[in-house]
C-alpha cells in the first residue's frame, strides 16, 4: 500500500523523454480524483543537484536515514516531480519522518506560488 512519505522506486525519464533509470522516489500526495494516482518526486545521490529553495537533503547523521532506506545520502528533489499510477511505483525501500515530509511540502508550495 502506497502512503504519503513512502520511499519506492520508479524509472523517472529524462526531461528529454529518453528513459531513465531505476531510482528512489519520494510518495508527496495522492491526486485527486477517483484514479489511484500519485504525485512522487524524484530523490538522486548527486548532492551537488541540490536546489537550495526547495530541495532537501538526507544525511546519515539525520534521524530518519536509517528508517528511509536510502543507501547513501540523497537529495529530495521536489522541483523533479511525477504523476504516476499506484501500480508503477516498485517496491517500498522505506519512509521520511513526517516533520521532513511537512518541510518538503511546505516548500513545494512556496516554489509554485513564487513566494
Same mark, same amino acid.
Given at each position: ?11 523517472? +525519464? ?9 531510482? +528512489? ?5 495522492? @491526486? ?9 518526486? @524524484? ?12 530541495? $532537501?537533503? &538526507? ?13 547513501? +545520502? ?5 522541483? !523533479?516531480?511525477?504523476? &504516476? $499510477? ?13 516533520? !521532513?515530509?511537512? !518541510? ?10 513564487? &513566494?
Amino acid at each position: 500500500m502506497i502512503s504519503e512519505g513512502l520511499i519506492t522506486l520508479f524509472k523517472f +525519464p529524462q526531461t528529454d523523454q529518453q528513459a531513465g533509470k531505476l531510482r +528512489p522516489a519520494l510518495v508527496l500526495r495522492k @491526486m485527486p480524483g477517483r484514479y489511484d494516482d500519485w504525485l512522487i518526486c @524524484m530523490i538522486s545521490s548527486q548532492l551537488h543537484q541540490k536546489i537550495q529553495e526547495s530541495d $532537501e537533503v &538526507v544525511t546519515t547523521k539525520d534521524s530518519d536515514f536509517i528508517r528511509s532506506g536510502l543507501k547513501l +545520502p540523497s537529495v529530495i528533489r521536489v522541483s !523533479r516531480l511525477a504523476v &504516476v $499510477e499506484e501500480d508503477i511505483l516498485l517496491g517500498k525501500l522505506g519512509q521520511i519522518s513526517h516533520d !521532513r515530509l511537512s !518541510r518538503l511540502k511546505q516548500n513545494l508550495a512556496r516554489w509554485i506560488s513564487g &513566494v
